[in-house]
T-cell receptor, first 114, second 109 residues
């Protein structure tokens, strides 16, 4: 059973389009995250949700909008895609209430904007 | 200056060698220190987790934290080609992970 699953794995789209990435975790964790990893492998936090509530919102363009319908799901919607949005986007989850920093990551969504 | 510095490599060593991977940091409030391993086209996975200073051993892997020097290390003994991956350090004061850039490790058979 996949613990953190993201869809789609690959996404190729044109500039200006709107796209969504979905994430689901079946670990019972209370916190979920979206990370962006650039070509140099640097992981940058974008958003963090705890029990459906936004707790971290780093400086990202407001074209990026996360949505958490329940604590097992965290989706990412991106409007008006730009070339610089090309990266791998990772969803992760953790049990923050136990102060465990054992984040579990999904396999990533490789976004290419052309 | 970044809060966490990590040499991106690549670091290439022969099979069986002892590997040393390192990170330095500037924030003395960091208390939790982690090493994650990331294979190509996969998400990072937690390898080692240490609270405060000291050593922790798990099989061929040893994590060391020296808070006085603001320096953490991951040692891999008897390295295997399957250890080839990117190793990311991460650390936290309380509620948010701060990541290193990752070191790409290549173990040559």
């Amino acid at each position: 059973d996949t613990a953190v699953s993201q869809t789609p794995k690959y996404l190729v789209t044109q500039m200006g389009n709107d796209k969504s990435i979905k994430c689901e975790q079946n670990l019972g964790h209370d916190t979920m995250y979206w990370y962006k990893q650039d070509s140099k492998k640097f992981l940058k936090i974008m958003f963090s949700y705890n029990n459906k509530e936004l707790i971290i919102n780093e400086t990202v363009p407001n074209r990026f909008s996360p949505k958490s319908p329940d604590k097992a799901h965290l989706n990412l919607h991106i409007n008006s895609l730009e070339l610089g949005d090309s990266a791998v986007y990772f969803c992760a989850s953790s049990q923050a209430s136990t102060k465990s920093y054992g984040y579990t990551f999904g396999s990533g969504t490789r976004l290419t904007v052309v | 200056q970044k809060e966490v510095e990590q040499d991106p490599g690549p670091l290439s060593v022969p099979e069986g060698a002892i590997v040393s991977l390192n990170c330095t940091y500037s924030n003395s409030a960091f208390q939790y220190f982690m090493w994650y391993r990331q294979y190509s086209r996969k998400g990072p996975e937690l390898l080692m987790y240490t609270y405060s200073s000291g050593n922790k051993e798990d099989g061929r892997f040893t994590a060391q934290v020296d808070k006085s020097s603001k320096y953490i290390s991951l040692f891999i003994r008897d390295s295997q080609p399957s250890d080839s991956a990117t190793y990311l350090c991460a650390m936290s004061p309380i509620n948010q992970l701060i990541w290193g850039a990752g070191t790409k490790l290549i173990i040559k058979p």
